[in-house]
Structures are given as C-alpha cells and as structure tokens.
C-alpha cells in the first residue's frame, strides 16, 4: 500500500469529555479509514467516550493516559508502534484550569499542578512518541493551547480573572511547542486555541472564579472541535508550523 492510501493514526491525549471527546468523534466522521487512540486518566468514568468508540468498531481504541506520566505515554506509543508502526497526528489536549487567585495569594502548589499537566503533559507525550511521528509521512504535531498563554494579550484581561498556573503553564506550552518546530524540520508542530468553549472545566471555573462575570460567546465542543480538526487537517508546515493558531484561521500575537 502506498502512504496516500494507508489509514490515517491519530492519538488525542484528554479524551474522555469537553473537547478531546467531540475533537475523537469529528475525526472519525470526516475520516472513515481513520483509527484513533482515544486517551485519558479516568476511561472508566467515561460512558460518553465508551459509546463513541462503539459507533466505530475498531477505530476508535481507548486507552489509559495520565498527563506527565512516562510509564503511561511509553505503554500507549509501544500499543501503537506494535499494531502500525507509526502515528500521523498527535493532539495533546489534556489539560486542567482548577484554581484562581491573585499571585500573591496563589500557592506554589498550584503552580506546580498546573505545570505539571499543562506543560510537562505534552513533553512527556512528545518524547514517548517521537520515533512513531518521524515514521509518518505527514507527522503532525498539535497541543491544545489557550489565549490566555498570550503575553501581550493580558493586558485585555479583566482583573477579576486570575488564571496565573493556568496561563503560565501555556505560555511554557507555546514556547516548547514553537521550539519543537523549529528543532525537527520534517514535522508539523503548533499550538491551537479552540476559543472559548462551553466543556465542563470552562464553566466550573467560571462559576467557582469569577463570581460568573465573564462575558464571551461560549461555543459547543462539537463546533470548536470541527474547526480544530479542519485546520490540523490543512496544516502545512510552511503555513502553519511554529504559529500561534486560533480556530477562527487566524493568530494570536506571544
């Protein structure tokens, strides 16, 4: 078989619900040759997760992932490396936003927490697969990113948000990811936006942080997951490589 006609691999890190879940069930419909490793901590917690892998009987498999942790990641590349010897597109989505707080009240726990899953979470996911995206030939490379990994864009945030370990642990992201273009030539490397979405993780923190005063045009995981998908899918790395993506096709300033 040549590579044109080979089946598609793709493994989305975060998968069990918001949008790592909708970004596995978009994949599936747009590509029906597609198979899917759908991974994350709690599968067993994930009815949804379990119905949208039954809805493609031998292209969605789910499997254990835990963010930064090198045992899980090196046993979910070894699974794919057996059953096809690569992967083609890689979307580490996992990522928490669990506490808010001034920096002088925010403790360093929290700090390290978010680190730890927001930034270390994609390293540790990229070194463990690193030899299967060089033995595609269209590897790609995507971290779920958010604005607020924007530098010059704070200054538009209300002070009232104060998402310090998450945006930090983002902006650590943009930079890893947008060296990791730059170190590997032969791959497509970016980070991605999906833009303000309504997934379980948004509204708690909206709820339990805010007071409920942020005001942005929530879209559904099935929407953002859609355009995540067509712009991974288009991506080149001439266009797109080492960028700061934005779902609506255009980019965000560092």
């Not at 991605?192 to 948004?202: A, K, L």
Request: charged share 20%; with cysteine.
């Amino acid at each position: 078989m040549t590579s044109q006609s080979l089946p598609k691999i793709y493994l989305i890190a975060g998968a069990t619900r918001g949008i790592g879940l909708a970004l596995v069930d978009d994949i599936a419909k747009k590509d029906p040759t597609a198979i899917i490793y759908a991974g994350g901590r709690n599968i067993s917690a994930s009815p949804q997760l379990a119905e949208v892998a039954a809805r493609y009987p031998g292209r969605v498999e789910i499997v254990k992932y835990i963010a930064g942790d090198a045992e899980t990641n090196n046993a979910i590349a070894k699974t794919i490396r057996e059953a096809h010897g690569r992967v083609d597109t890689v979307i580490a989505n996992a990522g928490i936003n669990n506490y808010g707080a001034p920096i002088h009240e925010y403790p360093a726990e929290q700090f390290k927490e978010h680190f730890a899953v927001n930034t270390l979470g994609p390293i540790v996911l990229f070194q463990s697969v690193y030899t299967l995206l060089q033995a595609s030939s269209s590897p790609r490379f995507v971290p779920v990113t958010s604005m607020g990994g924007s530098i010059k864009l704070l200054e538009n945030v209300p002070k009232n948000i104060c998402i310090a370990g998450y945006s930090t642990s983002k902006t650590a992201l943009n930079w890893v990811t947008r060296k990791i273009h730059f170190e590997n030539e032969w791959l497509v490397a970016f980070p991605i936006c999906p833009g303000s979405v309504s997934t379980d993780m948004g509204n708690d923190f909206v709820k339990n942080y805010t007071g409920g005063q942020l005001s942005v045009s929530w879209q559904s995981p099935d929407v953002a997951a859609g355009m995540v998908v067509d712009i991974i899918t288009a991506s080149t790395r001439e266009k797109d490589g080492g960028e700061y993506h934005n779902v609506e096709g255009g980019r965000y300033p560092w």
